[in-house]
């Protein structure tokens, strides 16, 4: 059974730092593509930054220059740097593994910039 456990969103000021992080059982996450989504409230899910298996990255035009993806194998962990943040970054954000078959999505966690 796959898992996904997203943390480290919370509440920052406007020009903060948070590093959200993605867990993963059941599934290898170096293995696979991964990446991080937001949606804020009335919104559409957006993609924000992707890995692939082989370590390249890729990111939204949105946050290209403030926000890294990254991904620790030994943990089986991928993370989102998330700097120089704005008000226009609160969303809940997603991690997302794409399987052989299946994606696979954690529950979420709030991020919350305030002004």
């Known amino acids: 059974q796959v898992q996904l456990v997203e943390s480290g969103g919370g509440l920052v000021q406007a020009g903060g730092s948070l590093r959200l992080s993605c867990a993963a059982s059941g599934i290898t996450f170096s293995s696979s593509a991964n990446g991080w989504y937001r949606q804020a409230p009335g919104k559409q899910r957006e993609w924000v930054a992707g890995i692939s298996s082989g370590g390249s990255t890729k990111y939204a035009d949105s946050v290209k220059g403030r926000f890294t993806i990254s991904r620790d194998n030994a943990k089986n962990t991928v993370y989102l740097q998330m700097n120089s943040l704005k008000p226009e970054d609160t969303a809940v954000y997603y991690c997302?593994?794409?399987?052989?078959?299946?994606?696979?999505w954690g529950q979420g966690t709030q991020v919350t910039v305030s002004s």
């Open positions: 997302k593994a794409t399987g052989p078959m299946l994606d696979y």
